[in-house]
């Protein structure tokens, strides 16, 4: 089951905010429907969320033509709504890429942006593969062993691409691979996307894993519980500096001290070439009722403040390797993203 697709006129979408109580797919025909499942968090990952945005204008620029009953699309009306859709969520680079991406062809009508936005999903499930293939056998290099244990965070599988994943992608191609020892998810406090999402896909696959509490990362690290770590990417600036789920920067850390290899795996639509460095990043903040509570339950005080960060960045000096559907490009031995082609990384 694809996690976002395009079926019969309308947005499909699982409804990740159910999930691991219920797997539920929405039917998406409106752009305020769209926009809200991006900021609840029903669609969410990088990659799919480039997706949504390409399919997004899709919609707007089918919904634009029918409304005005035309010939002539009204090509300033989907830009003024896709620039809407492209603010729902600030981090992920790949919001703007897909809607940016998707317009190029709005000249050519709404048929031609729908045919972009399919493209866009059908390279994602082609990079997907790419990326497990690479990955695991960087991982086993790396290792200096045939079998590994890998430790993640949030969700990078399926549920954050269209089809298997970009971190998580690895870790299945390892299990697919017969060199998976175990998969260590990090719950992913505080929307628990590991223990919600992985952990579901995990045993899905029926992988060997643990689920760990997240203020554990770092320890297990320094007794040797992994071989390596995985995360996937929310924005890669030019230098490296990459933006992932908050919690990432802690397990590079720790992965420096433990002398384990940090594994940032991504499509090249999260490279940003156009920010210079993870400072320049805007990270979004959730705000204080995700940290107060779980579940419609109070767990804090009434009337707190809370900082919620929902991303933070690991600096390029900690990122052994950036895997993407087309290269490895190994910071740790001095490779940066300016050996790398910057038509080929904005194509
Ligand atoms: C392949 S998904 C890469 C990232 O988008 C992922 O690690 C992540 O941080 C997702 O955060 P989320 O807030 O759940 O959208």
Do not use: Y
Not at 32 to 46: N, T
Not at 133 to 162: K, P, Y
Not at 314 to 326: C, K, N, Q, S, W
Request: charged share 25%; hydrophobic share 45%.
């Amino acid at each position: 089951m694809r996690t976002i697709d395009w079926v019969d006129g309308a947005i499909e979408l699982i409804d990740q905010t159910l999930l691991p109580q219920r797997v539920e797919v929405r039917r998406i025909t409106e752009l305020p429907e769209l926009i809200d499942d991006i900021q609840r968090l029903a669609v969410r990952g990088a990659p799919a969320l480039g997706v949504a945005g390409a399919f997004g204008v899709a919609l707007i620029a089918a919904s634009v033509q029918a409304s005005r009953g035309e010939d002539e699309l009204d090509r300033d009306e989907v830009r003024r709504q896709a620039a809407v859709l492209r603010e729902a969520r600030p981090t992920a680079v790949n919001l703007s890429w897909g809607v940016d991406r998707a317009l190029t062809r709005l000249d050519e009508g709404a048929a031609a942006v729908l045919d972009e936005a399919i493209r866009i999903r059908d390279e994602d499930i082609a990079a997907c593969i790419s990326m497990g293939l690479r990955g695991a056998d960087l991982t086993r290099e790396l290792a200096g062993q045939d079998r590994v244990s890998v430790m993640t965070i949030c969700n990078t599988g399926s549920l954050a691409t269209v089809e298997r994943g970009t971190a998580l992608g690895v870790i299945q191609t390892l299990l697919e691979q017969d060199s998976l020892v175990e998969a260590l998810p990090l719950e992913t406090r505080p929307l628990l996307q590991g223990a919600r999402l992985t952990a579901w896909e995990l045993q899905r696959m029926e992988a060997p894993f643990r689920l760990l509490i997240d203020s554990a990362g770092p320890f297990l690290l320094s007794r040797g519980i992994a071989d390596a770590v995985f995360i996937g990417a929310d924005r890669i600036a030019a230098n490296g500096d990459t933006a992932n789920k908050v919690g990432s920067f802690s397990l590079a850390l720790a992965a420096r001290h433990a002398g384990v290899p940090f594994i940032v795996v991504a499509p090249e639509s999260t490279i940003d070439m156009r920010t210079a460095s993870g400072a320049d990043i805007e990270i979004e903040d959730r705000g204080v009722d995700e940290v107060a509570g779980f579940g419609g339950t109070r767990t804090a005080p009434a009337g707190i403040d809370a900082v919620n960060p929902a991303f933070d960045v690991t600096p390029h000096d900690l990122i052994t390797a950036i895997v993407t559907e087309r290269r490895v490009i190994r910071l740790s031995r001095g490779e940066t993203l300016a050996d790398v082609s910057l038509e080929a990384l904005r194509s």
